[in-house]
C-alpha cells in the first residue's frame, strides 16, 4: 500500500514539475557561454513557454515556476553530436536495424534522392543515451553505400518529435580513395560519374544514365539551396571539391579532411566549413598522410569554419572529447564551443542555437568544462523542459549499482 | 658407460626442453640510464598512493626513492614543480602492428581467420615494427603493451608484450621475460565469422564444445609430455645409483619425446600457467560459463577483454581473481555490446579485489588512455563511488601490469621497478593533459616539443615533401 503510494506520489510530482518548467522557467548564477566564441559569463536566463525570454546580469526579481541556481556552473546551448545515424542505427551490427545507407540495389544508377529521414526513428535507445550527455540536435547521414552519391539528410532535433527535421538538405558524396576504389576502380573514374551525371541536370531530355529523373530533381533542388557534404581528406582531393564545386556552382562542405590544413587558404577564400575529427592523427589511408592533431587549429587560424564530427553514432557523446582535445592542441576555447553549439545550425541552415532573447530554450547546465572529459551534463534542457536525465543505460545502472539484488535484479526496477 | 648416460639424457632433457623453448627471444636491453631526479611532482603511485610536491628519484634504470634519499653527483634534474608524475601507462590490448597504419589490406595481420582454432600463431610473427601508432602510443605515455590476434577465431594465438621503444624488430620491443598471453574469444565474432562459412563453430554451443575438445588435446598433449619428462627424469636417478645403466640406456633410447605440436604448445603452456589467458567476451552470462569451463579443464582465466556486461558479475570476476579490461564509453556497435555503460570499469573496481583495466582496442584510444581513465572515474564518482586519481590511475597502470604478469617489474613506483615514468604537464585526469617526458627504463625516451626525442617510423620519413618544394 504505502509502496504503491509512494510510487503515485513520484508520478505526480514528476508531472507537475514536467508542466510547470514548461511555463516559466528561471535559470539564476549560470556561468553562460551563450553559443559565439565569447567568454563565459555569470548570467540569469529566464525561458517562457521554451523560449528564452531574457538574458541578464540579475533576473532574480523575476517570477518563474521553477528557479534553477546554477550555482557558477557553466551553461551552454545543448550541443551537436555530429555527423550521425542517430535513430537511423540502433545496433551498429543487427542490420535490419540500420537503416543508414543504401546497398545492393543494381540499377547502376546513382540515388540521391535516397532520404535516410524517412526511416528516422526518435524512439531509438540511441537518442536519450545522447541526450542525456548534453546533445541535442545532428546532422543525419546517407552513410557510404556502394554509390558516389550515398543520399540525402539533413539536421534533426532530438526532442522525441517523429518529424523533427530542420534545415537544408544535405548531399552526401564520395570521392576519397577508399571509395575510389570501389566504384569504378579509381577516384578519376568518381570525378567522372560525378561530372557527368552533374551535366545531365543542364539537359532538357529525359534519357538519363546516372541518375532517374527523381535524382535529378533532388540534385536540381539542392544545387539551388541544399548542401553538399564531400567525404574528402587527401589534400587534392580536397582542391578537387573546389573545383567541381564551383564548376556545377554548389555548396560544399568538406567532411574527414585530415590534410584540409594543407589547402587552408583555398577553403578559406572559398568559404568551405570542413567538418573534423581532432583526434586524427594517424595516417589510416594513404589519403591521411598528413593528418595532425592542430588540423582545426591551423584551419581556424586560415579563416575557415571548423566543425566536429566522431564518426561515431552509438558513442556520439564523444564529440566533447573531440573539442577538448582541438582546444589540448591550439585551437580557441572560443572556436570550439562555437563549433559544438551555434555553429552547426548556421551551417546547415537549422534554427538559431544560442542563449539569446527569441530562441529555443534547449540548454545544458554542467558539471564542470563542457570540453573536458571530467565533467557531464547536469541538467539538458530541451524546450524550456527540463530532459528526465534517464536512458536505457541509467536505467541499467540504476538497476546493477544497489549492492543488494534481493529477489534478483529482475525485480529492481527503475 | 655412466658418461653415455649422462651424455644421452642430456641430449633428451634438452630436446624436450626445446618443446617450451625460448624462441624468438628478446634482444631489447635499456641503454644507460642517466641518474634523474623529478623535484617537486604530485606523484601518483600506480598502486593507490599520492604524495604532493615530492620529488622521485631514478637511477640505473629502476625506481629507487620518493620523498627523500641520496643522488648521485652527475644527477639530471627536472624541476617537476605544478606537474605530475605518475608510472608509465600500459595497455592490454592493442593491435597496433598487427592491424597498423596505414590501414591496407596488405597490413591486416591480426586475424588468422582461417580456422577456430588457431593457438599456433603468435602475433608477435605479424608486427610490423615500423607502425606510426607506437611512436603516437609513446606521445601518449604508453610505455609497454600487449599486441594480440584478433578476435575472429575461439583461440586467436599468442599475445607479446612489448616496451614501446622503436626499433627494425620486434624482438628489440620484446619485454623480457613477460608471459605470452593466449588471445581467446567468446561470442558473436567465432560464430559468426565461421558460422557464415557453414563450418562450425556457428553457436554459442558450438563455441564453447570447440574449446573443450581443444582443451582436451591440450591435456592429452602435456600428459605425453608430463609422461616423458618423468621417464627422462627416472633414467637420470637410475644412472646417477650407477645401478642398471645398460638397460636405463636403452629404455631411453626407445622412449621417443611426444612430437611437438605448436598449437598444443601454446594451449599446454595456458593449462600449466605459464601463459596468460585474455579472453574477448562482453556478456555477463558467457563470462560465468567461461568460468565454469576453466575450472573443468583447470586453468585460470587472467583478463575478460571488452567486457561490456562485467559490472553485472563484478563480485564474480573479483572472487576469481580476474581482471576486466574495458572501455570508458563504447557500446551498441553489436548486440553482445548492448547493455555497455559508463560506470562499467568503476563497478569492477567496486568490491574487494576488484582489478579494473582500461584499456583501448585502438590506434586512437591508446593515445589518450589517461583521458578514458578520467571517464572512467568521473562515471563512478558521479554514481556515488568515490574514486580519487591515485585510485583510477591503477586502471592504467598496476592493474594493467598484473593483467600482464609484469607487475612485479612495471605497473608502479615502487623501489625497484623499471623506471617507466611519464612526467604530465598537470593533472592527467583531463582533457588538456599531456605527456611531457616519458621514460623507459630511466631513458627519456620521449620529450614534448623536443625534435630530438619525438621518434618517426620509417613508413612517415620523407611523405608530402612534395608540399614544401
Given at each position: 500500500m504505502r509502496a504503491s503510494h509512494f510510487w503515485l506520489c513520484l508520478l505526480i510530482s514528476a508531472l507537475t514539475s514536467h508542466w510547470a518548467s514548461a511555463d516559466r522557467l528561471l535559470i539564476i548564477n549560470g556561468n553562460v557561454l551563450i553559443g559565439d566564441d565569447r567568454p563565459a559569463a555569470q548570467l540569469d536566463i529566464l525561458v517562457d513557454r521554451g523560449q528564452i525570454e531574457t538574458v541578464a546580469e540579475d533576473l532574480k526579481s523575476v517570477e518563474a515556476d521553477r528557479v534553477i541556481d546554477a550555482q557558477g556552473r557553466i551553461v551552454t546551448p545543448a550541443l551537436f553530436a555530429g555527423i550521425t545515424a542517430a535513430g537511423l542505427s540502433e545496433i551498429g551490427m543487427v542490420y535490419e536495424a540500420v537503416d543508414s545507407r543504401l546497398n545492393d540495389l543494381y540499377t547502376g544508377l546513382m540515388h540521391p534522392e535516397f532520404d535516410v529521414r524517412k526511416a528516422y526513428n526518435p524512439l531509438s535507445s540511441v537518442i536519450p543515451v545522447t541526450r542525456v550527455e548534453g546533445y541535442s540536435y545532428s546532422l543525419l547521414m546517407a552513410s557510404f553505400g556502394d554509390r558516389t552519391i550515398s543520399g540525402q539528410g539533413s539536421l534533426v532535433r532530438f526532442d522525441g518529435g517523429f518529424d523533427s527535421f530542420e534545415g537544408k538538405t544535405t548531399i552526401y558524396v564520395n570521392v576519397d580513395g577508399s571509395s575510389g576504389n570501389k566504384i569504378g576502380g579509381s577516384r578519376a573514374a568518381h570525378w567522372m560519374l560525378l561530372d557527368s551525371a552533374f551535366e545531365e541536370l543542364s539537359v532538357d531530355d529525359d534519357d538519363l544514365t546516372l541518375i532517374s529523373a527523381s535524382g535529378k530533381a533532388t540534385l536540381k533542388a539542392a544545387r539551388r539551396d541544399g548542401l553538399f557534404v564531400f567525404r574528402a581528406n587527401r589534400a587534392s582531393d580536397i582542391y578537387q571539391v573546389l573545383r567541381f564545386s564551383r564548376k556545377h556552382k554548389l555548396s560544399p562542405i568538406i567532411s574527414g579532411g585530415q590534410e584540409a590544413w594543407m589547402v587552408a587558404e583555398e577553403l578559406a577564400s572559398a568559404g568551405v566549413p570542413v567538418v573534423l575529427n581532432a583526434l586524427d592523427n594517424l595516417p589510416g589511408s594513404f589519403d591521411g598522410l598528413g593528418a595532425r592533431l592542430d588540423n582545426a587549429a591551423l584551419l581556424h587560424e586560415a579563416g575557415v569554419t571548423v566543425l566536429f564530427t566522431s564518426g561515431e553514432t552509438h558513442n556520439a557523446r564523444k564529440l566533447r572529447q573531440v573539442a577538448g582535445n582541438a582546444v589540448a592542441n591550439g585551437l580557441s576555447y572560443g572556436a570550439a564551443v562555437a563549433a559544438m553549439t551555434s555553429l552547426p545550425a548556421e551551417i546547415f541552415g537549422g534554427k538559431p542555437r544560442m542563449i539569446a532573447p527569441g530562441l529555443r530554450a534547449d540548454m545544458v547546465i554542467w558539471s564542470g568544462d563542457p570540453l573536458d572529459v571530467n565533467s557531464a551534463a547536469d541538467q539538458v534542457i530541451i524546450d524550456g523542459v527540463l530532459d528526465s536525465m534517464r536512458s536505457r543505460q541509467t536505467q541499467l545502472l540504476e538497476r546493477y549499482l544497489p549492492e543488494d539484488a534481493g529477489l534478483g535484479r529482475a525485480y529492481i526496477n527503475p | 658407460m655412466p658418461a653415455l648416460l649422462v651424455f644421452l639424457i642430456t641430449l633428451l632433457g634438452c630436446t624436450a626442453a626445446q618443446a617450451q623453448s625460448d624462441a624468438f627471444p628478446s634482444t631489447y636491453a635499456a641503454p644507460p640510464a642517466q641518474p634523474i631526479l623529478l623535484r617537486n611532482a604530485t606523484i601518483l603511485t600506480g598502486d593507490g598512493m599520492r604524495f604532493d610536491g615530492a620529488d622521485l628519484y631514478m637511477e640505473e634504470g629502476r625506481i629507487s626513492w620518493i620523498g627523500e634519499g641520496d643522488t648521485a653527483p652527475d644527477t639530471v634534474v627536472v624541476d617537476a614543480s605544478n606537474r605530475w608524475v605518475t608510472p608509465g601507462l600500459i595497455d592490454v590490448h592493442s593491435h597496433l602492428g598487427v592491424y597498423p597504419s596505414p590501414g591496407v589490406a596488405a597490413h591486416s595481420d591480426g586475424n588468422e581467420a582461417t580456422a577456430p582454432v588457431t593457438a599456433e600463431v603468435w602475433a608477435e610473427h605479424s608486427v610490423w615494427p615500423q607502425d606510426p601508432g607506437f611512436p603516437r602510443a609513446l606521445a601518449g605515455g604508453v610505455t609497454a603493451l600487449q599486441i594480440l590476434p584478433g578476435s575472429a577465431n575461439l583461440f586467436g594465438g599468442r599475445g607479446v608484450t612489448l616496451k614501446n621503444v622503436p626499433s627494425t624488430s620486434y624482438q628489440g620491443m620484446k619485454f623480457p621475460d613477460a608471459p605470452y598471453g593466449l588471445k581467446m574469444a567468446c561470442g558473436e565474432n567465432p560464430k559468426r565469422v565461421y558460422g557464415g562459412r557453414t563450418q562450425s563453430p556457428s553457436t554459442r554451443m558450438g563455441n564453447v564444445a570447440a574449446y573443450r575438445s581443444a582443451w582436451i588435446r591440450a591435456q592429452r598433449y602435456q600428459a605425453d609430455w608430463d609422461r616423458y619428462n618423468k621417464a627422462v627424469e627416472d633414467a637420470a636417478e637410475a644412472a646417477a645409483d650407477d645401478g642398471s645403466g645398460a638397460s636405463v640406456a636403452s629404455a631411453l633410447l626407445t622412449n621417443t619425446p611426444p612430437r611437438r605440436?605448436?598449437?598444443?604448445?601454446?594451449?599446454?603452456?595456458?593449462?600449466?600457467?605459464?601463459?596468460?589467458?585474455?579472453?574477448?567476451?562482453?556478456?555477463?552470462?558467457?563470462?560465468?560459463?567461461?568460468?565454469?569451463?576453466?575450472?573443468?579443464?583447470?586453468?585460470?582465466?587472467?583478463?575478460?577483454?571488452?567486457?561490456?556486461?562485467?559490472?553485472?558479475?563484478?563480485?564474480?570476476?573479483?572472487?576469481?581473481?580476474?581482471?576486466?579490461?574495458?572501455?570508458?564509453?563504447?557500446?551498441?556497435?553489436?548486440?553482445?555490446?548492448?547493455?555497455?555503460?559508463?560506470?562499467?570499469?568503476?563497478?569492477?573496481?567496486?568490491?574487494e579485489g576488484g582489478c579494473a583495466v582500461v584499456h583501448s582496442d585502438s590506434d586512437e584510444g591508446i593515445q589518450r588512455l589517461n583521458q578514458e581513465a578520467t571517464k572512467a572515474m568521473l562515471r563512478g564518482n558521479r554514481a556515488g563511488l568515490s574514486i580519487p586519481p591515485e585510485r583510477a590511475i591503477r586502471w592504467i597502470t598496476l592493474n594493467a601490469a598484473k593483467s600482464l604478469g609484469i607487475d612485479d617489474q612495471t605497473g608502479s613506483l615502487s623501489t625497484g621497478k623499471m623506471a617507466d615514468v611519464v612526467l604530465w604537464n598537470q593533472d592527467p585526469f583531463s582533457v588538456y593533459a599531456k605527456p611531457l617526458q616519458v621514460y623507459i627504463d630511466g631513458v627519456l625516451r620521449y620529450e614534448r616539443g623536443n625534435p630530438d626525442l619525438n621518434p618517426q617510423s620509417d613508413f612517415e620519413l620523407g611523405q608530402l615533401l612534395g608540399a614544401t618544394q
Open positions: - | 605440436n605448436l598449437e598444443l604448445d601454446t594451449l599446454a603452456g595456458a593449462l600449466r600457467g605459464d601463459i596468460l589467458v585474455h579472453m574477448h567476451c562482453y556478456r555477463a552470462d558467457e563470462m560465468l560459463t567461461i568460468l565454469d569451463m576453466a575450472k573443468e579443464f583447470g586453468y585460470r582465466v587472467g583478463t575478460f577483454h571488452h567486457g561490456v556486461e562485467a559490472y553485472k558479475i563484478a563480485d564474480d570476476l573479483a572472487d576469481h581473481g580476474v581482471c576486466g579490461a574495458l572501455w570508458a564509453d563504447w557500446w551498441g556497435f553489436k548486440i553482445e555490446a548492448y547493455d555497455g555503460i559508463q560506470e562499467n570499469i568503476a563497478l569492477v573496481d567496486r568490491p
